[in-house]
């Protein structure tokens, strides 16, 4: 999974404070998920390739009974196992006659979708709790923070594991599993914005103003917080989505007859030195792709938010 | 102060590790599926067991007592190293645990060394050179390594390496019979020790080294050094390595946790018996007692893994204060 | 700065320890086709090595350790094993066994008949904590008059008897006074088979040596090493790689194996059927035996057999078309849509818009299950559920995970299961096909499959003694389950075993579940 820097790094990037770690008093914001690990300097062609690659794979989902005309999951014991190029099947097809490209587009819909309602469903609940802490009474900040402290400390995949292996494969397990064990940074995130814009001139101007607390939260404070969480939001999609293979792999994520891009490579796995490469080839390359496609668009998030 | 520092964080820890396996407990108590139908199914071969033989195993077992009974028997037993037996073998989870973990620890020692030697060779290169190509060559290859799912590049070195090229075994820790000699371990540990150690994250670490030595390069003390006509070498060392490398060493503590973490897909691609591969084949069996001790157990390890890092922290760089306030480890 | 020494350093020091490595890595197992130690991989590994906690299937390390008073030969008739021969009485119900003399324990303590009469006794008390114990709910006594005799009192007759004490004798000094689920026992067993366990690591190998006291004389192989490699692809690079001398390889992996140099592929047929189990309590439509035989009808076998199983199978009409017990005669299913069209608008349904078998406007929809986590059953499923529906059935595929089918058995409308057995057929057709054998009543009967004439023939087959009689009661239990198939039958399974061509001695013989049963006669086997 993509990794969530420390304090550490977010003062060792901006230099504040003389790159001294946890030195000084109060707690510095932790910086969003993957900031350093895969943050690249953006350039606009790569952005924009980038753009191009996710919104492509998500038409393509969208559109997948347009695109093929093959169930992907009906069999043709007539045309099993076909190389790539084959007439009819451009990408070839499996053990079992099915045909790759049919998988793939409508594994992409499972695999964006479990990408993006995770994602969503993390954020919504990061910036709902972390809202709570910095509004909230003292005792909830208090419960909110240590909580997410606690599950910061854990292996996240051991608690996905614990859950799944509780909840059982499901679309649902997945994305809550995901939603479940991501939304802590989200939430530290948003309460180290919020309590840092609260002490601003023009928040507190709102106040002095008479502005209720609910409308200065969102007209000033809210906007103000959106694009670090932005961020970190661009970057929870491709967690969701390396999640999912990594827990369809195990056997313990998306139900086996859902084409999935984990579940594609988990079957396929078994034949990568029986010939047929391009089975774990393809999936494989469409799970980078959409993770490095997203973590470039999320660098550029913050890269802009900076 | 130091004592005073290892009190609350000891604390801390704890607090952790019982949050944890009462976490685990309950989880894995309302998941569906009954372990004596696994237990039965397992001895038959992968037939079905009947609803009798099924009530008859459980009444036995004890799993119809209330959840706070069974979640204190196995507290009190946890506390003198009883996990109970797992349901599958019938072998007590000690065992199974003292049988496995050690090779973990010795996969994700290796792994962290790799990690750490390549990460500060190439986040160095990095940070040093002045050709912008080798920079933004590096800073490439490790955005790609970024993407990729940690078995991905497993099955990638393996078909590379064991299939295709045959150098290198491709699971397990020797051929079965033989005695475990360092040099036939060391065979069988290259590979997932790679995989493990070059995945998504290493890109995090050598980012680190870059960054953090990077942005002394060019600070105010080095620049000192330098003047003062001290050879490349010390400045290097002394003047940029050791502050340089702090925000890295202060994550290598929580790496070695998410190490150990991914050490499952690993251990599972290349049979390596560690607490991984056990902690995942119990999850599929339902084993409770293994999975509840295996998740306490990796969480304790990278409970002192954290705490380990901050003691290296405050050892290299000296302005850091000991406050004992609970530091965020993230994944 | 150009060029820091530690960068220099850490590289050299990675790539040295790649290298000192790689020296010592590979190598092929030379010494061990050399006469010495023949390593196996296998992907199951069982959970106890104790043979009275295995159903009638045992795994190759178990069968290696442990012997029972009979054993099977090739054609998989009871021979005798520890017992030297035996007498039945005229109604069945008395069995006299004389062991051989001088027979020991792998600890080196004489076996004697008292652990005959221990095993028996044990496995019976055991009740649900042995699957086999059923096999012995009919004995009323067993008495040992002296060391080398033993007397078994039947209640009622059971034939099956002489072949469940093919069942590996258990060491009285080493359970008594201990329950027979022991784990200690189970890991580290003491049998009197021809090669003795000598290290067993869960999850890694298990170590066998040639028992020197074996009743045969001591095997020829003087050491089998049975490595657990459940990963298909891995136990294939192992034996590429010259890690492993032999393996057992998935159909997909077997013709590459065949290309591995100095290994030769021994390709046996199983006992091992695959088939549709309809639930009749839960779906109704089931009712009408028109139905399912026009299923039987639709399933194209010989395509399953050349897609899913890469020819490493058989077509399957029913459950004992490996069986020496096969009836004789055509196969009554073959793949035939004219006969499905004439059966199901005998049964008063008709094609709908969609191509669908509609009565009423209710179609034959239901939804076909297995384990998720079997890839070889899912394929079964997904190809049997295109082939139903592209004859009109609305077959749902849907693999459920394992907990969730062993809670809900009543709730599955149709689930791809596996029985079979190679040797006698009571233990696999009285438990799904009786109607006493019911779910509701605890039994493997899943589906509730009742027949009448079906329950007749199996209750008289296990009485009969006479081998001729039998085999015509089994007759009619397989005429009677053709004209009303409980099941939609699917194929038989082949399995594959690599092992070096330097091995001589691996012969032939109708095998079990998953495959097991290849180790038969190990003790014959030998280095050429």
Redesign the interface.
């Known amino acids: 999974m993509p990794i969530t820097e420390t304090r550490l790094a977010r003062t060792g990037r901006t230099g504040s404070g003389g790159g001294v770690p946890f030195s000084g008093e109060g707690t510095p914001p932790p910086a969003p998920r993957g900031l350093l690990a895969v943050r690249l300097p953006a350039r606009r062609p790569g952005v924009w390739a980038a753009a191009l690659l996710l919104a492509a794979f998500a038409l393509a989902a969208l559109l997948a009974p347009v695109l093929t005309r093959y169930d992907p999951?009906?069999?043709?014991?007539?045309a099993?196992s076909l190389p790539p190029g084959s007439p009819g099947h451009p990408l070839g097809t499996d053990?079992?006659?099915?045909d790759l490209l049919a998988r793939i587009l409508y594994g992409a819909r499972t695999s964006l979708i479990v990408g993006i309602v995770a994602a969503a469903i993390t954020v919504a609940a990061g910036v709902l709790l972390g809202g709570l802490a910095a509004a909230g009474p003292r005792w909830l900040d208090e419960a909110i923070s240590r909580v997410a402290d606690v599950l910061l400390s854990l292996p996240m995949l051991v608690v996905v594991l614990a859950l799944a292996a509780v909840a059982?494969?499901s679309l649902g397990t997945v994305i809550l599993a995901v939603a479940a064990t991501a939304w802590m940074p989200v939430a530290l995130v948003t309460r180290a914005e919020l309590i840092s814009l609260r002490e601003r001139p023009y928040v507190r101007a709102a106040h002095a103003l008479g502005l209720s607390r609910g409308r200065v939260l969102v007209r000033h404070l809210l906007p103000g917080a959106l694009p670090p969480v932005a961020s970190i939001a661009a970057f929870e999609v491709g967690h969701a989505i390396l999640t999912e293979s990594t827990l369809s792999f195990l056997?313990l994520g998306v139900?086996?007859?859902r084409p999935s891009w984990g579940n594609l490579l988990t079957?396929a796995?078994?034949?990568?030195?029986?010939?047929e490469w391009y089975t774990v080839a393809f999936p494989a390359a469409c799970v980078v792709a959409t993770i490095l496609a997203v973590n470039v668009l999320a660098s550029t998030i913050s890269g802009e938010t900076r | 102060m130091i004592a005073r520092f290892l009190i609350r964080r000891a604390a801390t820890a704890l607090a952790v590790v019982a949050a944890l396996s009462a976490l685990c407990f309950v989880l894995l108590d309302v998941?569906?599926?009954?372990p004596a139908?696994?237990?039965?199914?397992?001895?038959?071969?992968?037939?079905?067991?009947?609803?009798?033989?099924v009530e008859?195993?459980e009444r036995e077992m004890g799993l119809h007592d209330p959840l706070p009974v069974r979640y204190g028997r196995w507290v009190a037993g946890a506390a003198r190293g009883d996990f109970g037996?797992s349901y599958?073998?019938?072998?007590p989870v000690g065992e199974v645990l003292a049988?496995?973990a050690p090779w973990t620890l010795l996969l994700t020692a290796a792994a962290v060394l790799?990690s750490v030697?390549?990460a500060?060779?190439v986040g160095?290169?990095a940070a040093?050179?002045?050709r912008a190509w080798l920079r933004r060559g590096i800073q490439t290859a490790l955005f790609a390594l970024g993407g990729m799912p940690g078995f991905v590049s497993a099955l990638l070195l393996?078909w590379i390496f064991?299939?295709w090229l045959?150098?290198?075994?491709?699971?397990?820790?020797n051929?079965?019979?033989e005695p475990v000699t360092a040099?036939?371990l060391?065979?069988?540990?290259?590979l997932p020790a790679?995989a493990l150690a070059f995945g998504h994250h290493f890109g995090t670490y050598a980012r680190l080294v870059e960054t953090g030595v990077g942005r002394l390069?060019s600070a105010p003390h080095v620049e000192n050094a330098r003047a003062r006509g001290l050879s490349?070498?010390t400045v290097?060392?002394r003047h940029l390595?050791r502050p340089g490398l702090v925000p890295f060493t202060a994550r290598l503590g929580v790496g070695v946790g998410g190490l150990i973490a991914g050490a499952y897909a690993t251990e599972m691609?290349f049979?390596w018996?560690g607490i991984g591969?056990?902690a995942v084949?119990a999850a599929?069996e339902?084993d409770y007692p293994v999975l509840t001790a295996v998740v306490l157990v990796t969480g304790v390890i990278v409970v002192l893994a954290n705490l380990l890092g901050d003691l290296a922290v405050a050892w290299l760089d000296p302005r850091v204060r000991l406050t004992g306030k609970a530091r965020h480890a993230h994944h | 700065?150009?060029k820091?020494?530690?960068?220099i350093g850490?590289?050299a020091?990675?790539s040295a320890?790649?290298a000192?490595?790689?020296a010592?890595?590979?190598g092929r197992?030379a010494d061990s086709r050399d006469g010495g130690?023949f390593?196996y991989a296998i992907g199951?590994e069982?959970?106890?090595l104790n043979p009275a906690?295995?159903?009638e299937?045992t795994?190759p390390v178990t069968e290696l350790v442990f012997r029972g008073l009979t054993r099977h030969d090739a054609a998989n008739k009871v021979v005798p094993g520890l017992a030297e021969s035996w007498d039945v009485s005229k109604d069945g119900k008395d069995y006299t066994f004389t062991l051989r003399s001088g027979l020991t324990w792998h600890d080196g303590k004489p076996l004697t008949s008292r652990d005959v009469k221990f095993t028996i006794d044990a496995v019976k008390a055991a009740a649900?904590?042995a699957?086999r114990s059923r096999n012995f709910e009919s004995v009323e006594s067993v008495e040992t008059p002296d060391a080398t005799t033993v007397k078994v009192e039947l209640s009622e007759p059971f034939a099956p008897l002489l072949d469940a004490l093919s069942m590996g004798l258990l060491p009285e000094h080493a359970l008594k006074g201990k329950k027979i689920?022991?784990?200690a026992f189970?890991?580290s067993p003491v049998g009197a088979g021809p090669f003795r366990l000598t290290?067993f690591?869960?999850?890694?190998?298990a170590?066998l040596e040639a028992f020197g006291g074996y009743y045969e004389g001591a095997p020829k192989l003087p050491?089998i090493?049975i490595?657990y490699?459940?990963?298909?692809?891995?136990r294939?690079?192992?034996l590429?790689?010259g890690?492993?001398d032999g393996a057992h390889v998935?159909p997909?992996?077997a013709?590459?194996a065949g290309d591995v140099g100095g290994v030769r592929l021994e390709t046996y047929p199983t006992a091992d059927y695959r088939a549709l189990m309809l639930n009749f309590k839960k779906l109704p439509v089931f009712a009408d035996k028109r139905i399912r035989q026009a299923m039987n009808f639709a399933i194209?076998r010989d395509?399953?057999v050349?897609?899913?199983l890469l020819g490493h199978g058989s077509p399957a009409t029913g459950p004992l078309d490996e069986s020496p017990y096969k009836a004789a005669g055509a196969a009554p299913f073959t793949h035939d849509a004219a006969k499905v069209d004439e059966l199901m608008k005998a049964a008063g349904y008709a094609e709908n818009g969609q191509g669908l078998w509609a009565k009423g406007g209710k179609t034959v929809r239901f939804e076909l299950s297995t384990f998720?986590?079997d890839?070889s059953r899912?394929?079964i499923?997904?190809?049997a559920?295109?082939q139903l529906?592209a004859r009109g059935f609305d077959v749902v595929?849907?693999?459920?995970?394992?907990?969730?089918?062993?809670?809900n058995?009543g709730e599955l409308e149709a689930f791809v299961v596996?029985w079979g057995t190679p040797y006698d057929p009571d233990t696999s057709v009285y438990g799904p096909f009786h109607s006493s054998e019911a779910?509701a009543n605890?039994?493997?009967n899943?589906g509730t499959y009742s027949n009448p004439d079906v329950d007749k023939a199996l209750d008289a087959a296990r009485r009969t003694s006479d081998p001729e009689k039998r085999k015509a009661l089994y007759g009619d239990f397989q005429k009677a389950l053709a004209e009303d198939p409980p099941f939609v039958w699917i194929s038989y399974l082949h399995t594959s075993n690599a092992v070096p061509d330097g091995l001589k001695g691996p012969q032939r013989r109708t095998l079990g579940?998953?495959g097991?049963g290849f180790f038969w006669n190990a003790e014959k086997w030998s280095w050429s």
């Not at chain 3, 820091?4 to 960068?7: E, F, I, S």
């Not at chain 3, 690591?201 to 190998?205: L, T």
């Not at chain 3, 490699?229 to 891995?234: F, L």
Request: glycine content about 10%; aromatic content about 4%; charged content about 20%.
């Open positions: 999951i009906a069999t043709d014991t007539l099993t053990q079992l006659g099915r059982g494969p056997g139900p086996p007859n079957e796995q078994a034949h990568l030195l029986t010939g | 998941a569906p599926g009954s139908a696994s237990i039965l199914e397992a001895r038959s071969g992968g037939r079905p067991a009947t609803p009798a033989a008859r195993l037996d599958g073998t019938g072998r049988d496995t790799l030697a390549g500060i060779a160095l290169a040093l050179t002045r393996m064991s299939a045959q150098v290198l075994p491709s699971g397990g820790l051929r079965p019979g040099g036939v060391a065979a069988h540990l290259v790679l390069r490349r070498w290097t060392v390595m691609i049979s018996p591969r056990q084949l599929r339902q | 700065m150009r820091p020494a530690l960068v850490a590289l020091t990675a320890l790649l000192s490595a790689t010592c890595g590979a197992a130690t390593t199951d069982p959970e106890t906690l295995q159903d299937h795994d649900a904590d699957p689920t022991d784990a189970g890991q290290t690591k869960p999850g890694q190998y170590e050491k090493v490595k490699v459940p990963d298909d692809t891995a294939l690079i192992q590429k790689n890690e492993v998935q997909q992996q013709a590459k194209d395509a399953f050349k897609s899913v998720a986590e890839s899912v394929a499923l997904n190809v559920a295109t529906k595929p849907n693999p459920r995970p394992r907990d969730w089918v062993r809670k058995w596996g779910l605890g039994g493997s899943y579940h998953h097991y």
